[in-house]
């Protein structure tokens, strides 16, 4: 999740920019999720060190929790390539007399947008498994 | 339609059996032990299988082991 999340910001930092309004700590913050970014990764590795050595790694709990984490996931990544295919539609009709709208059917942008689907639909589905992990024990 | 909830005596069997463990259970049938955990919490249902082979631990009918509640 923690990897993701830093995917994300990096992602968005480096194609949106800092934004101007704000004092400039980019480069700490870039620091500071680089660091963040090698650390979970470090822990996912050490994690599934661990894993490797247990009797059973996974069992019919953890697929059906992975399962859920999925289905949302998915869904996610469907609305969006429905909300992308609707906008690249209007953006055709539109485009023309509008400019934000002519941006929207733009090539890059559907890029962007489809990229951080991706690391979006990879967090909710953290998010989502994690809090049904957490629900057994609440 | 209401929902009804599978509740079991997973605990209490345990107990009835040299004090087993949630582990040793779990080793058992090839779970982890959280899965355990929240079987006994009745916080999950178990699938046909699971069921079965807990059960088969225990020596005992599967309706001995889980009960259907309305």
């Known amino acids: 999740m923690a990897t993701s999340l830093s995917a994300i910001i990096f992602y968005v930092t480096i194609v949106l920019g800092w934004p101007g309004f704000l004092p400039d700590v980019s480069d700490d913050l870039f620091q500071f999720f680089f660091n963040i970014f090698w650390i979970a990764v470090g822990i996912e590795i050490v994690v599934e060190i661990i894993w490797e050595k247990k009797k059973v790694q996974q069992d019919e709990r953890d697929f059906r929790i992975e399962a859920i984490g999925n289905k949302f996931a998915y869904n996610f990544i469907v609305a969006v390539v429905v909300v992308v295919l609707v906008q690249l539609f209007l953006s055709g009709i539109f485009g023309s007399v509008n400019e934000i709208y002519s941006m929207f059917g733009e090539k890059k942008t559907l890029f962007h947008v489809l990229i951080l689907a991706l690391f979006t639909s990879s967090l909710i589905r953290r998010a989502i498994m994690i809090y049904h992990y957490r629900k057994d024990f609440i | ?70």
């Open chain 2, 1 to 70: 339609m209401k929902e009804g909830q599978i509740s079991n005596n997973i605990r209490v069997l345990r107990f009835q059996h040299g004090e087993m463990t949630q582990q040793e259970l779990a080793d058992k049938v090839g779970v982890t032990r959280q899965t355990i955990n929240a079987l006994e919490a009745a916080k999950y249902s178990p699938s046909l299988e699971l069921a079965f082979k807990i059960a088969d631990v225990f020596e005992l009918p599967l309706e001995e082991v889980f009960k259907y509640e309305m």
